[in-house]
């Protein structure tokens, strides 16, 4: 349920636009995010700064793509957000010599710093590289294909990606006596990976304990 909540956007945007159109669906998911977020607020009583990012380049984008009625604009917004999250982790560990995927995971993995560096290393790269191949498949093919991999082409990628990770990473994973339970707040339609790693990391423990 939290991977489908967090993929809320997308999937009523997907659906939105093969009802009626990409302005339609433009508009839906941008009442999505809002939903989405309201929802995290009355759950968690807390938003993760990524999708608050999320609504403001949905908002911007997505707004452009209304009063413009040019639909480049909303199909640009993937490629915006994981350039911006490759680049939030780039400074970070640049300039302020601090791993942003460290903090994230830190409490699951016992990893050596090298071991951090390579890791927040492959999601900057990964982040860049989903943004290039949005804008590959935006320019170089059909709206209707575009809109069909935003669902499940980018969805795919980052599952498999994640999938790699964890199981590369599986012989540090922690085993405290007593495991509390995980709360991934959604970041983004794009920002899945965040509950995505940490529930796979999960799983993973589970099936080791038993």
């Known amino acids: 349920m939290k991977f489908i909540f967090d993929l809320f956007p997308v999937i009523v945007f997907f659906v ?9 669906a433009t508009a839906v998911a941008i009442v999505a995010t809002l939903v989405q ?18 609504l403001a380049v949905i908002g911007l984008l997505g707004g452009a ?9 909303i199909m640009w917004k993937p490629t915006v957000l994981y ?18 995927i460290q903090v994230l995971l830190e ?33 170089g093919y059909s709206l209707d294909t575009w ?24 012989k540090y994973v922690k085993h405290p006596e007593e495991d509390k339970e995980i709360i991934a707040v959604p970041v983004d339609d794009y920002s899945v990976e965040n509950a995505m790693v940490k529930e796979t990391i999960e799983d993973t423990k589970k099936e080791k304990d038993t």
């Open 83 to 100: 350039w911006l999250f490759s680049t939030i982790l780039l400074v970070s560990s640049v300039f302020f010599r601090k791993s942003l």
């Open 147 to 170: 809109v069909n991999f935003k669902l499940f082409g980018s969805t795919g990628l980052m599952i498999m990606f994640v999938v790699a990770q964890v199981m590369m990473l599986g």
């Open 107 to 139: 409490k699951q993995l016992a990893l050596p710093k090298s071991v951090w560096g390579k890791l927040n290393a492959s999601w900057i790269i990964f982040f860049i590289f989903m943004g290039g191949i949005n804008l590959h498949i935006a320019y």
């Open 37 to 54: 977020i309201s929802w995290t607020w009355l759950r968690y009583r807390k938003v993760d700064k990524m999708l608050w990012m999320s």
């Open 65 to 73: 793509t209304l009063m413009l009625q040019d639909e480049l604009f």
């Open 16 to 24: 939105a636009y093969k009802t009626y159109d990409i302005y339609v």
